[in-house]
């Protein structure tokens, strides 16, 4: 026994070695360069100095630039709450939908997947401009209630919904959404169903069932929907920078700036690590949430 554990721990092993060594390489060592450039000086256009500074740190948390974080934080936790609204109906219904149609559904959800984001932003683009579709439809119905009323309404106007937070909290809720179905439905299905049953015999009613039996058991896909909606918003780039504008800037886009445009390298690198700090806490603030009950219990 002894000597087959010592064979499955070196086939455990070199099985782990490939994959590791792909995370070390080109991950952990990219992401230490950059947290390296944290703390670095520009020295000419090319040139960065590792003097160990944490003036870039400081210039990060300066009011300008605090104010974008807090705004990105804002925008995100829309973006999850709304996901959550609407994500949390759509995973009951597929949980309690016949086993023939269940398959469907989650495609359905995870078919968005198959499509590269840009080509899913700019057909966002195409329904939200001017002369989008919504505009176009809205166009038609004012034209008809113009004509019925005598032109009482007067000159036309299209929606603004282009270029301003509401695109881009539109665009992050269409992207971000399967991320919060998905671990939702996760724990609804397995739910104990005669909880929901017993409930129901009870005369909870239907309503205060969902709220008082089926949302508590379904925390822990709450708490995985919420963070991994959450992080994957706050640093969204390419949703802000096409449907946002200037006026709806994202902390990911002024990262961007700063490495491209600004060639201020050190600065971008510290910008993008309160991020990773953030998501740190993050994550380190559901574990204390999950671990919580079952201390209680014990």
């Given at each position: 026994?002894?000597?087959s554990?010592?064979?499955?721990?070196?086939?455990?092993?070199?099985?782990?070695?490939?994959?590791?060594?792909?995370?070390?390489?080109?991950?952990?060592?990219?992401?230490?360069i950059?947290?390296?450039?944290?703390?670095?000086?520009?020295?000419?256009?090319?040139?960065?100095?590792?003097?160990?500074?944490?003036?870039?740190?400081?210039?990060?948390?300066e009011?300008?630039?605090?104010?974008?974080?807090?705004?990105?934080?804002?925008?995100?936790?829309?973006?999850?709450?709304?996901?959550?609204?609407?994500?949390?109906?759509?995973?009951?219904?597929?949980?309690?939908?016949?086993?023939?149609?269940?398959?469907?559904?989650?495609?359905?959800?995870?078919?968005?997947?198959?499509?590269?984001?840009?080509?899913?932003?700019?057909?966002?683009?195409?329904?939200?401009?001017?002369?989008?579709?919504?505009?176009?439809?809205?166009?038609?119905?004012?034209?008809?209630?113009?004509?019925?009323?005598?032109g009482?309404?007067?000159?036309?106007?299209?929606?603004?919904?282009?270029?301003?937070?509401?695109?881009?909290?539109?665009?992050?809720?269409?992207?971000?959404?399967?991320?919060?179905?998905?671990?939702l439905?996760?724990?609804?299905?397995?739910?104990?169903?005669?909880?929901?049953?017993?409930?129901?015999?009870?005369?909870?009613?239907?309503?205060?069932?969902?709220?008082?039996?089926?949302?508590?058991?379904?925390?822990?896909?709450?708490?995985?929907?919420?963070?991994?909606?959450?992080?994957?918003?706050?640093?969204?780039?390419?949703?802000?920078?096409?449907?946002?504008?200037?006026?709806?800037?994202?902390?990911?886009n002024?990262?961007?700036?700063?490495?491209?445009?600004?060639?201020?390298?050190?600065?971008?690198a510290?910008?993008?690590?309160?991020?990773?700090?953030?998501?740190?806490?993050?994550?380190?603030?559901?574990?204390?949430?999950?671990?919580?009950?079952?201390?209680?219990?014990?």
């Open positions: 026994m002894e000597q554990w010592r064979q499955a721990k070196s086939m455990f092993a070199a099985m782990l070695s490939v994959p590791l060594f792909w995370l070390v390489v080109f991950f952990m060592v990219p992401l230490g950059v947290w390296l450039y944290s703390f670095g000086e520009n020295r000419g256009l090319v040139d960065i100095a590792f003097t160990g500074t944490w003036s870039n740190y400081a210039r990060a948390l009011w300008d630039n605090l104010a974008i974080f807090l705004k990105s934080i804002g925008i995100a936790a829309i973006t999850t709450a709304l996901c959550l609204v609407i994500g949390f109906p759509v995973a009951l219904a597929i949980t309690f939908a016949p086993e023939k149609v269940k398959p469907w559904l989650l495609l359905l959800i995870m078919l968005p997947f198959w499509t590269n984001l840009l080509i899913r932003t700019y057909a966002l683009i195409a329904v939200l401009r001017e002369q989008g579709y919504i505009n176009m439809g809205y166009h038609w119905g004012f034209d008809i209630v113009n004509g019925l009323t005598g009482a309404l007067g000159e036309f106007h299209a929606l603004p919904l282009m270029y301003n937070n509401f695109a881009v909290v539109f665009g992050l809720v269409f992207v971000n959404l399967p991320f919060m179905i998905l671990p439905y996760s724990t609804l299905d397995r739910l104990d169903r005669s909880l929901l049953e017993a409930s129901l015999d009870l005369g909870a009613g239907h309503i205060r069932t969902l709220f008082n039996v089926v949302v508590p058991m379904a925390g822990a896909g709450i708490a995985s929907g919420i963070l991994i909606t959450f992080i994957p918003a706050l640093g969204s780039y390419l949703t802000p920078d096409l449907l946002g504008g200037a006026d709806a800037l994202m902390i990911a002024v990262i961007e700036a700063q490495f491209k445009r600004a060639n201020n390298w050190p600065f971008g510290a910008l993008s690590f309160l991020l990773v700090y953030m998501t740190f806490i993050a994550i380190a603030v559901q574990g204390l949430i999950e671990r919580k009950p079952a201390g209680s219990r014990s």
